[in-house]
């Protein structure tokens, strides 16, 4: 036994040592790339011509946003968000499918304990506070997007942590409505759905997928149903991205509970 | 000159916040360390010009380790 | 002298990041836990995404929000990087979440997270399966 141990010993030191040789190999073997790289700050290189003086030039005027990262990733790059959303759906389907089987010894076990208080006057105090001043401010990052700087990333990502804030500290034995990654799920849905349907409303109307000159809607110019089709595609962002968040969180709070270890 | 002296500053720390959550032992000190390495990251954004980017990595890199801590009730603690 | 100053300049921030991605990759490589080795695949990512930010710079360039000032192409960050990267940050999270549910499951299936325990543990379920078969 103590021949097996030191030899596992002598492996895994073996291991670590190569390894830092393999490293330092392939660190000196990427610094004579290095040589090839663009300069950093030239306005000239690769990366900065061909289509990005075409988005900088002509976006604010073309999609009626002077935010020029939420034009090009919701108006020239819109079909690339589309499929990032059904990506996040996608790992919230996976974590609550992966976390939902059920041992003999989970049947018995108890989900949320009800006598878990953390009263003190401070958390009576801070986080209604607190909680709700995320929640504005969540849909001002939402419906301001266009203008400076935000989004729908942003938006969701801020709903998610005011849930989560709510879930650490409240009593949760008074609630009778429990929200499990179950129902969560099917908001994620409804938020990709949102995206799909602002697609089809345009092809409905005449015009291509994701167009939005075509949505039905009145407005004085074209340009401004851009900045209307942004905030119906930003909103689909919003809720897939906050429920993809809670339904990762919610599996995993009551996976640990069904093992005992809350 | 100076914007770059504070990049590679930044970029220092971040490489010697890894080596830190290399070494480490205990599992709950990695992830708290790991918010850290999130703020920094943050912060590195900012210098190259994409607010946009900083924002995101703020909220999202709490959220991160918050999903590392609470899944850590289940798994052990302390690596060997 | 100068034409060192000068490549650091232009080009040494690049070579910080490739130290810090290989040793996110080290770190992967060599942690016997898979805990940390999801955190490290985390450290890989933020290398990435600065790698990718820098090449969008521009000298004398602001944030990319149309002002009223400055007209011309030359005045903004390139924001097509930036579009690309926000994405990156939101899937790396949904990859996390799906990492530590694998996690989770793999804990109660095994009994621990360590590399060698569950290898192991897979050797001994081999030879009882061998015996079995005898």
Avoid at chain 1, 194 to 204: A, E, Q
Avoid at chain 1, 219 to 227: K, T, V, Y
Avoid at chain 3, 20 to 42: E, P, R, T, W
Wanted: proline share 3%; hydrophobic share 50%; net charge negative.
């Amino acid at each position: 036994m103590n021949g097996g141990r030191s030899k596992r010993l002598r492996e895994k030191s073996v291991f670590k040592i190569v390894g830092i040789v393999l490293l330092m190999v392939l660190v000196g073997l990427m610094f004579t790339i290095v040589d090839r790289l663009p300069v950093i700050g030239n306005p000239d290189s690769a990366p900065n011509r061909h289509v990005s003086d075409y988005y900088i030039e002509e976006g604010p005027e073309l999609t009626h946003s002077p935010n020029l990262v939420t034009g090009v990733l919701a108006d020239f790059r819109g079909f690339d968000t589309l499929l990032e959303t059904t990506v996040m759906f996608l790992a919230g389907v996976s974590v609550a499918m992966i976390l939902s089987n059920r041992l003999k010894r989970h049947w018995d076990a108890g989900i949320f304990r009800k006598d878990e208080n953390f009263g003190g006057y401070e958390v009576k105090v801070i986080m209604p506070i607190l909680i709700p001043v995320i929640i504005v401010y969540a849909f001002y990052v939402l419906m301001h997007g266009e203008v400076s700087l935000g989004g729908g990333f942003q938006a969701g990502a801020l709903l998610a942590m005011a849930f989560m804030l709510y879930i650490m500290f409240a009593d949760l034995g008074k609630n009778k409505f429990r929200i499990t990654q179950h129902f969560t799920v099917c908001v994620a849905a409804c938020g990709v759905f949102i995206y799909f349907l602002t697609g089809f409303l345009c092809m409905i109307n005449g015009g291509r997928f994701l167009e939005y000159e075509a949505l039905p809607f009145s407005a004085e110019h074209g340009a401004e149903l851009h900045a209307t089709g942004i905030l119906m595609i930003e909103t689909g962002v919003t809720i897939g991205v906050m429920a993809t968040i809670i339904t990762i969180l919610e599996a995993v709070v009551e996976r640990n509970s069904l093992n005992g270890r809350s | 000159m100076g914007i770059l002296l504070i990049e590679a500053v930044l970029l220092l720390f971040l490489i010697a916040i890894t080596i830190v959550i290399i070494l480490d032992k205990d599992l709950l000190s990695s992830s708290i360390i790991y918010c850290a390495f999130s703020f920094c990251a943050m912060v590195l954004y900012i210098m190259v010009g994409a607010p946009d980017v900083a924002f995101t990595e703020a909220v999202i890199g709490v959220i991160s380790t918050t999903y590392f801590v609470v899944s850590l009730r289940t798994t052990d603690r302390w690596c060997k | 002298m100068d034409a060192v100053n000068i490549f650091l300049a232009e080009k040494g921030i690049y070579m910080l990041t490739v130290i810090l991605f290989f040793l996110g990759m080290f770190g992967m490589a060599v942690c016997g836990n898979y805990m940390k080795k999801l955190i490290c695949m985390n450290i890989m990512q933020v290398a990435v995404i600065f790698f990718f930010l820098c090449l969008g710079e521009k000298d004398g360039g602001t944030i990319p929000v149309a002002m009223e000032g400055a007209a011309g192409a030359d005045d903004y960050v390139n924001p097509l990087p930036h579009a690309l990267m926000l994405t990156a940050i939101v899937v790396s999270l949904g990859t996390s979440g799906v990492g530590l549910a694998l996690l989770m499951r793999i804990k109660e299936k095994f009994g621990s997270i360590e590399e060698e325990d569950i290898i192991e543990k897979e050797k001994g379920e081999e030879a009882d399966e061998q015996h079995d078969y005898q």
